[in-house]
């Protein structure tokens, strides 16, 4: 598949850095947390930052795989973290749909949910984002994109 590139957003790393400094911002007064547990892979660097800033220094993993580049697929969790996520805040990069945000809360029903993205579809289960964007964009991080060059949108649009 093919992302038509009038729908992409990519995000460079610094941009990540800001939204996810700003991300512990919003969350720097809900807390102590006890522990931040990423969703892997996309909420791995975001909780590094967050973690980072909130001076949060137990760190575990929920591993689910959904995605390859261009598309969800299905659901499968690697690993869970034990705990039912009471005083702990997840970190993921994204909620899209909410089929990994269901997985996780089902998972860590008493944890504080936080991404840095959200999309409508999914934006009802996390308790804290940064930026909204639409259902039909596709984000590009920087961990999965380089630079090259594309064509200006009225180009593209002419043909």
């Given at each position: 598949?093919?992302?038509?590139?009038?729908?992409?957003?990519?995000?460079?790393?610094?941009?990540?850095?800001?939204?996810?400094k700003a991300l512990a911002w919003r969350l720097s007064e809900m807390?102590?947390?006890?522990?931040?547990?990423?969703?892997?892979r996309g909420g791995l660097v975001p909780a590094a930052i967050v973690a980072r800033e909130l001076d949060i220094r137990l760190i575990d993993t929920v591993c689910i795989v959904s995605y390859d580049e261009f598309s969800q697929g299905q659901l499968k969790v690697l690993k869970g973290v034990p705990s039912d996520g009471e005083g702990w805040l997840i970190v993921d990069d994204l909620v899209d749909t909410g089929r990994t945000a269901r997985a996780v809360r089902e998972m860590?029903?008493?944890?504080?949910?936080?991404?840095?993205?959200?999309?409508?579809?999914?934006?009802?289960?996390?308790?804290?984002?940064?930026?909204?964007?639409?259902?039909?964009?596709?984000?590009?991080?920087?961990w999965d994109i380089e630079p090259q060059f594309i064509q200006p949108i009225a180009k593209r649009r002419n043909g």
């Open positions: 598949m093919t992302i038509p590139p009038d729908k992409s957003f990519p995000v460079t790393w610094e941009e990540l850095h800001r939204n996810a807390g102590p947390f006890k522990g931040i547990a990423a969703v892997t860590l029903p008493k944890a504080h949910f936080a991404t840095i993205y959200a999309k409508p579809a999914g934006k009802p289960l996390v308790d804290t984002y940064v930026t909204e964007v639409s259902q039909d964009t596709w984000i590009l991080f920087p």
